[in-house]
């Protein structure tokens, strides 16, 4: 059911019923939810009650341990149904409230709960292998356990870690007042389309309009968008410093030398995979100069801009794809991992899964949100073009490996780390390309394709690197006692855009702005995950298609593992070493030759 497009936003009232995600799957109606949030307090307030009595027994221990997975899996419930509510809108009061509660019920919770891993760390190693030979269901969390000893030093006494716990409200507000800000407040005014007609801007719209072949819709758009954000560049340089200080505190109080070290720790990634990832991309910035140069050449222009860099090359093919058909093309592209995993797919997509469209007060950007047992949940602001199928391919890439984990694993393992989910998500994406290039009859449809791969590079691998070099730039220099306001933050973002970039494009002093307008910014140390995860999905998407079934076992191993062990261990599994250089090394190099193809093709 397609919904009927206009000048104008939809309210969420307007959206169409079989449009929207089907979240009364995790609590029916609202008065469930209190049950539960009820339910979650009284966990917690039993876990509080076990205070000093860790060691007191294996079968002790094993109650407890019981009991906190179970207040992981609820709490999360509680805070997922409310904070999605939100996102559908909001400037619905309510659930701003509801999510408010939740996050206060977590911190709650987690005070109750905090010494748990200090108390667990004063016990003798010989009384903890005592416990697993003593209570044999034990063995299922020793995973957990074992890993909760591995940070031993980096947990702080029962007391500290209760005041860690309750910060936790306030340490959340640079995010949720950006969150505000950005999603809310912040309006942005209407715009001439190509046919001369006012219509909105939004971020949601956004892209459509850097995507329109019409250079005074791209430049309007962008001098809009980024003019709005320039009337908050104080206040926005001031949420996002809050944020770095935030990751300095905890970092400090947990006795991390960086704030750098402290959040890939969570994920045992070595530091190493971090700075050798910027290397190898430093090593072949020169190819993003040459597509740069060829994407002037192309589009006939004497100068080109950073409004220049999303619409197509391409002349003579503009691909719309309502999501009816976006479904089905998803679908057919996952074909190689085979008719079990296209089925779950296929009926998730059916299935109430996605919020499709865009629509007043709903948050921007697409995410998934798997939510033990399941079904996982998709949001979208879904505009009928191809990056939008793309999205699909992208977000419902997560919500298999959720469901595949939710499948095989118990709660306690059954979550991914984010270093593995944008590997899931991102190799769905190549598939679909492959699909689409395979596809394609002439000419003119197989450049555009080509160059589509070369922005989804582009954009993942050098750009969110280039993210992950601004994070690390600015937190060393706070960390090191320099202040940074908006006009520092934005020196700092147009070197770095102009060194990646190059000599062939022209850096708009308002993109100088576009930290202000990026949310990963503040869940620190992220983005680089999007690059390594596209370079893993690129090597385990080449062995599916030149090896098929072996290739695929392995691969729905790794859907299937969860976080039964750590991250690099799991992707090892299924094909690809992230403490090697290469798989970095190697998308760059099919980068290299889609970009070669393409140059080979114009010159035809």
Same mark, same amino acid.
């Given at each position: ?152 030093? #980096? ?23 950006? $969150? ?21 801007? $939004? ?201 595949? $984990? ?113 949310? #990963? ?84």
């Amino acid at each position: 059911m397609p919904l009927e497009k206009g000048n104008k936003l939809p309210s969420r009232a307007e959206v169409p019923a079989a449009l929207k995600w089907q979240i009364e799957k995790i609590y029916a109606n609202d008065d469930l939810w209190e049950r539960e949030f009820a339910g979650v307090k009284e966990i917690g307030a039993q876990i509080a009650g076990f205070q000093g009595r860790l060691a007191e027994s294996a079968q002790t221990f094993y109650q407890i341990t019981v009991l906190q997975d179970s207040l992981r899996e609820k709490i999360y419930r509680v805070y997922a149904y409310a904070s999605m509510r939100k996102d559908e809108d909001n400037t619905n009061a309510h659930y701003q409230i509801l999510t408010d509660r939740a996050q206060a019920l977590f911190v709650e919770v987690s005070s109750a709960a905090s010494y748990l891993t200090p108390e667990l760390l004063g016990i003798p190693e010989e009384t903890l292998a005592r416990f697993f030979a003593e209570e044999p269901r034990l063995e299922l969390y020793r995973h957990f356990i074992m890993e909760l000893v591995r940070r031993k030093a #980096h947990t702080l006494s029962v007391s500290e870690e209760r005041l860690i716990a309750m910060s936790g409200e306030v340490t959340s507000a640079p995010d949720d007042i950006y $969150s505000m800000i950005t999603n809310a407040d912040l309006k942005f005014p209407s715009i001439k389309d190509a046919d001369g007609n006012e219509v909105e801007l $939004s971020e949601g719209r956004y892209i459509q309009f850097m995507e329109n072949r019409d250079r005074r819709v791209r430049r309007d758009a962008f001098e809009t968008l980024y003019g709005t954000y320039n009337k908050q560049r104080n206040t926005l340089a001031t949420c996002l410093m809050s944020s770095v200080k935030k990751d300095i505190f905890l970092s400090r109080a947990r006795h991390y030398p960086t704030s750098r070290a402290f959040y890939l720790d969570d994920n045992n990634i070595p530091e190493a995979v971090y700075d050798q990832l910027i290397e190898v991309v430093h090593e072949h910035n020169p190819l993003v100069h040459r597509y740069m140069r060829l994407r002037k050449e192309a589009l006939g222009f004497g100068d080109l801009h950073m409004y220049d860099i999303y619409t197509p090359i391409v002349k003579g093919v503009d691909i719309k794809v309502s999501f009816e058909e976006a479904k089905k093309t998803v679908a057919a592209g996952m074909t190689p991992l085979g008719p079990d995993y296209v089925k779950a797919l296929a009926d998730g997509m059916d299935g109430g899964w996605i919020d499709v469209p865009e629509n007043l007060g709903k948050t921007t950007g697409a995410y998934c949100a798997s939510v033990y047992p399941g079904p996982p949940f998709v949001l979208l602001n879904y505009n009928d073009s191809l990056d939008d199928m793309f999205t699909l391919a992208h977000e419902m890439g997560h919500a298999m490996h959720g469901w595949y $984990s939710f499948k095989h694993q118990p709660h306690i393992y059954s979550g991914h780390r984010i270093f593995l989910a944008e590997v899931a998500s991102t190799l769905n994406e190549c598939l679909l390309l492959d699909h689409l290039i395979k596809k394609a009859t002439d000419k003119t449809t197989r450049l555009y394709l080509l160059n589509h791969y070369l922005e989804q590079f582009r954009g993942t691998v050098f750009r969110q690197t280039m993210f992950a070099e601004f994070e690390q730039i600015i937190h060393a220099k706070v960390e090191g006692g320099e202040a940074l306001g908006a006009d520092a933050l934005s020196a700092i973002y147009h070197d770095l855009n102009v060194a990646y970039y190059g000599p062939e494009m022209t850096v708009d002093a308002l993109i100088d702005l576009e930290w202000g307008r990026i949310p #990963h910014f503040y869940m620190p140390f992220y983005v680089y995950q999007y690059a390594t995860g596209f370079s893993a999905a690129v090597a385990l998407s080449q062995q599916i298609l030149k090896e098929g079934a072996p290739a695929v076992k392995r691969y729905i191993n790794f859907l299937s593992s969860g976080e039964s062990k750590y991250p690099i261990d799991t992707l090892k599994d299924a094909g690809v070493d992230m403490t090697s250089p290469e798989p970095v090394r190697m998308a760059l190099e099919v980068f290299r030759t889609t970009l070669e193809e393409m140059e080979n093709l114009l010159e035809r």
